[in-house]
């Protein structure tokens, strides 16, 4: 039994405490815990990733689609638009995070997901027929309020160290996804003059098609939040209050707590929710830039529109490997903020190597360790703060402030990425490696205050216990 310390109050609540589920195991549970996990793990990541893939495609459809023509189609060479097509997609992005969670919340996390899919992938089909400049930031600009709650989701199914590597599994198979549809543009852009259209567009069509198939099977396999997992007859009432008793002995906050303006501001107060925010940022900002301009660097060593493509596909098959492996770590010794520094450092080596190096082969080496560190640092940033806050509401602050942040980071990249600095790119390169450095400041910052925090907790020294409940420790 422990207690929890709710932050709108300071007061102690025994009535939230729970029993231990080791004993609820062995009394009434009738399938072993890696079991039911395993279960959950099936069901949960494959669909969630296949949602999640939905908007890499988009960063990686764009950068394709540009170097199969429609940058000549639309006039997107002339001064910054197609730097402000991708802009445009985030400005509502930015905003959208936390009305996406709580509609998650409200409406079902089927219902709400694969509407926002199936919206997606209508619009991005839409993309194939635009004739104009102006249609596709109108598009893009749609694009911007289809957010999806993924994350949040993952975070509220799983106890603290396990968490990393399911985050980094659905992200991973969505980055694959990613990998995979630069091949996949390549055949595409074969048909060109099919129908009368262009091959960029087809890429569209045939990807918007798609995306609208996957939301539709989506709707029939995402499972909801524990508490209603059972009513939908995917986890039996024992199994769901399992899952639970699980989750609320590791952080204490299995059971979801109101969400109110008050308790919203309250959240803003916490500095670390923008400590995780800004790593958050720091770490997809490369991570667009590889997406949106691997392309057009990789075009500019000497090589064919389609074969940069292809070309683009091995950097983001290898950072799979790269970053799965390291979240294995991460969750194997449970901990996080080396695992985050050992990235930001590789990003920042392949950045550098890309800017600067003056043989080709070299450069496109630079790519891989940079997309390496970038997509690996992404789930280890969320993991991070997954494991260091609780409380459901709060987990939904922090996630949709993460999101926010996230899309600034896609502006920078957008922004940062001159048109006048193609193909090299330099002032690019060197602001996402910056950020980098900004990782590791931020990094040792929250190193230094969880430490000193997990110290005084030990010694009984803290007013009141870390993050309301006694016996929490911050994950370093």
């Given at each position: 039994?422990?207690?929890?310390y709710?932050?709108?109050?300071d007061?102690v609540?025994d009535e939230?405490a729970l029993?231990?589920p080791?004993?609820?195991?062995?009394?009434k549970?009738?399938t072993?815990?890696?079991i039911?996990?395993?279960?959950i793990?099936m069901?949960?990541?494959?669909?969630l990733g296949?949602l999640?893939?939905i908007s890499?495609?988009?960063r990686v459809?764009?950068a394709?689609?540009?170097?199969a023509?429609?940058?000549?189609d639309l006039?997107?060479?002339?001064?910054?638009?197609y730097?402000t097509?991708?802009?445009?997609?985030f400005?509502a992005?930015?905003?959208?995070?936390?009305?996406?969670n709580?509609?998650l919340?409200?409406v079902?996390t089927?219902n709400?997901l694969a509407f926002?899919a199936?919206a997606w992938?209508?619009v991005?089909l839409?993309?194939?027929f635009?004739?104009s400049?102006?249609?596709l930031?109108?598009?893009r600009?749609?694009?911007?309020?289809?957010g999806?709650?993924c994350?949040?989701l993952?975070?509220?199914?799983?106890v603290?160290y396990?968490?990393q590597?399911?985050l980094?599994a659905f992200y991973l198979?969505?980055?694959?996804?990613?990998?995979?549809?630069?091949?996949?543009a390549?055949?595409?852009?074969?048909?060109?003059?099919i129908?009368g259209?262009?091959?960029w567009q087809w890429?569209?069509?045939?990807?918007g098609?798609?995306?609208q198939?996957?939301?539709?099977a989506?709707?029939f396999?995402?499972i909801?939040?524990?508490?209603?997992a059972h009513k939908k007859?995917?986890?039996?009432?024992n199994?769901?209050?399992f899952?639970?008793r699980?989750?609320?002995e590791?952080r204490?906050d299995?059971?979801?707590?109101?969400l109110t303006w008050?308790?919203f501001?309250?959240?803003?107060?916490d500095l670390?929710?923008w400590?995780f925010a800004?790593m958050?940022?720091?770490?997809?900002?490369p991570?667009?830039a590889?997406a949106?301009?691997t392309?057009?660097?990789v075009?500019s060593?000497?090589?064919?529109?389609?074969?940069?493509?292809?070309?683009?596909?091995p950097?983001?098959f290898?950072a799979v490997f790269?970053?799965f492996?390291f979240a294995?770590?991460?969750?194997?010794y449970?901990?996080r903020?080396?695992?985050i520094?050992a990235?930001?450092?590789?990003?920042?080596?392949?950045?550098m190597?890309?800017?600067?190096h003056?043989?080709?082969t070299?450069?496109?080496i630079?790519?891989?360790l940079?997309?390496?560190?970038?997509?690996?640092n992404i789930?280890?940033?969320?993991a991070?703060q997954s494991?260091?806050?609780?409380c459901?509401s709060?987990r939904?602050?922090?996630?949709?402030l993460?999101?926010?942040?996230?899309?600034?980071g896609?502006?920078?990249?957008?922004s940062?990425f001159?048109?006048v600095d193609?193909?090299?790119?330099?002032?690019?390169?060197w602001?996402?490696?910056?950020?980098?450095l900004l990782?590791?400041v931020l990094?040792g910052?929250?190193?230094f205050?969880f430490t000193?925090?997990n110290?005084k907790?030990?010694?009984g020294?803290?007013?009141q216990?870390?993050?309301g409940?006694?016996?929490?420790k911050?994950t370093i």
């Amino acid at each position: 039994m422990y207690k929890i310390y709710l932050y709108e109050h300071d007061v102690v609540h025994d009535e939230l405490a729970l029993p231990r589920p080791k004993s609820y195991i062995n009394e009434k549970h009738p399938t072993s815990e890696k079991i039911l996990i395993r279960k959950i793990d099936m069901r949960l990541l494959p669909i969630l990733g296949a949602l999640y893939a939905i908007s890499l495609v988009d960063r990686v459809n764009v950068a394709n689609a540009r170097v199969a023509g429609m940058e000549q189609d639309l006039g997107l060479d002339v001064g910054s638009r197609y730097t402000t097509a991708l802009l445009v997609f985030f400005i509502a992005h930015i905003f959208f995070g936390l009305p996406s969670n709580i509609l998650l919340c409200k409406v079902g996390t089927a219902n709400w997901l694969a509407f926002i899919a199936f919206a997606w992938g209508t619009v991005m089909l839409g993309q194939g027929f635009v004739t104009s400049y102006q249609a596709l930031a109108v598009c893009r600009a749609i694009l911007g309020f289809c957010g999806a709650g993924c994350v949040y989701l993952v975070s509220c199914w799983y106890v603290r160290y396990e968490v990393q590597k399911r985050l980094a599994a659905f992200y991973l198979f969505s980055v694959n996804v990613g990998g995979i549809s630069n091949v996949l543009a390549y055949g595409l852009m074969k048909m060109e003059g099919i129908g009368g259209m262009r091959g960029w567009q087809w890429i569209f069509i045939i990807e918007g098609f798609a995306i609208q198939v996957i939301a539709i099977a989506a709707w029939f396999i995402i499972i909801d939040f524990p508490d209603k997992a059972h009513k939908k007859g995917f986890l039996t009432k024992n199994d769901a209050d399992f899952i639970e008793r699980r989750i609320q002995e590791d952080r204490g906050d299995a059971v979801p707590d109101a969400l109110t303006w008050r308790v919203f501001g309250k959240h803003l107060l916490d500095l670390k929710l923008w400590a995780f925010a800004l790593m958050f940022m720091s770490t997809v900002t490369p991570a667009y830039a590889f997406a949106y301009f691997t392309p057009i660097i990789v075009k500019s060593m000497g090589y064919s529109a389609g074969v940069a493509n292809l070309l683009s596909a091995p950097p983001v098959f290898v950072a799979v490997f790269s970053a799965f492996s390291f979240a294995w770590l991460g969750d194997r010794y449970r901990t996080r903020a080396p695992v985050i520094a050992a990235q930001a450092i590789i990003c920042f080596t392949g950045l550098m190597i890309t800017a600067y190096h003056k043989h080709n082969t070299i450069r496109y080496i630079g790519i891989f360790l940079g997309s390496a560190g970038c997509q690996g640092n992404i789930p280890a940033v969320l993991a991070y703060q997954s494991n260091n806050i609780r409380c459901q509401s709060k987990r939904s602050v922090g996630t949709a402030l993460q999101m926010g942040f996230g899309a600034i980071g896609g502006i920078i990249a957008s922004s940062a990425f001159r048109e006048v600095d193609a193909p090299r790119y330099l002032n690019g390169l060197w602001a996402t490696a910056g950020l980098q450095l900004l990782v590791l400041v931020l990094l040792g910052g929250t190193t230094f205050a969880f430490t000193r925090a997990n110290r005084k907790s030990a010694r009984g020294t803290l007013q009141q216990p870390i993050e309301g409940l006694e016996g929490f420790k911050y994950t370093i």
